[in-house]
């Protein structure tokens, strides 16, 4: 008996592409011209621009890891009010660290900023904190930061710089540590750590006094 081998089927042929309207077409090229224009005009990256920001992604990943962003904003924090402080005959009772020939001033930038500088002595060092402050941004409603800058020359030489901001919708909030603006690594970053440890000490004991003093004005009113 012979088989018949079965024909495939005929299948239906695809419907026709509709014709584009002229102004589609007209859409549609100049979408891939701008498409290759901003290719053209946007060029190959610049190699030195991507070691730039390689470089700053590396300096600002060694402050943060190393805490030194941190303890640099501790610093400023305890020192900042040092220029008006000096003066007082129980300075020293606010005073963290063994600091010598304090010294400060106030001024503006040319846009019109508040700077503090302060000079100090640390271990024989002389060292330098230069602050600006620069206030709320004009560019969002919304971002409750005030943002600044903070210098700390060593031995009368740049050895770090950092764009900081502070939350000033908090009853209370400190500056921190935003981004590297300048880094130059050596022995003033061990200074840095020790100041900053003696100033976390200082600020704990000085929150255990109020406690203790606390209690004890308290407990004075109770009769038990």
């Not at 081998?5 to 859409?27: F, G, H, N």
């Not at 903070?150 to 921190?176: F, P, T």
Request: charged letters at 30%; one cysteine or more.
């Amino acid at each position: 008996m012979a088989w018949r081998r079965k024909e495939d089927p005929v299948l239906p042929p695809a419907p026709a592409k509709p014709e584009q309207r002229p102004d589609e077409i007209i859409s549609e090229m100049l979408a891939a011209y701008q498409r290759h224009f901003y290719e053209t005009a946007k060029g190959k990256p610049d190699p030195s621009v991507e070691a730039a920001k390689v470089k700053v992604a590396r300096a600002n990943k060694i402050v943060s890891d190393s805490r030194i962003g941190y303890s640099v904003c501790s610093l400023l924090e305890h020192v900042r009010n040092w220029g008006a402080w000096s003066k007082r005959d129980d300075f020293q009772k606010y005073v963290a660290f063994p600091a010598t020939d304090v010294t400060g001033t106030e001024d503006k930038t040319d846009k019109n900023h508040d700077r503090r500088t302060i000079d100090f002595r640390y271990s024989g060092v002389p060292y330098t904190v230069i602050f600006i402050e620069r206030g709320v941004s004009s560019w969002s409603h919304d971002d409750f930061n005030s943002y600044g800058s903070v210098e700390l020359l060593a031995s009368y030489k740049l050895a770090i710089g950092l764009d900081i901001s502070k939350d000033i919708s908090k009853e209370y909030d400190r500056w921190h540590f935003n981004s590297v603006s300048a880094f130059a690594p050596g022995d003033w970053m061990k200074h840095v750590v020790e100041m900053s440890a003696l100033i976390d000490a200082h600020q704990s004991r000085q929150m255990s006094s109020y406690d203790d003093e606390d209690a004890l004005r308290r407990a004075a009113q109770i009769k038990l």
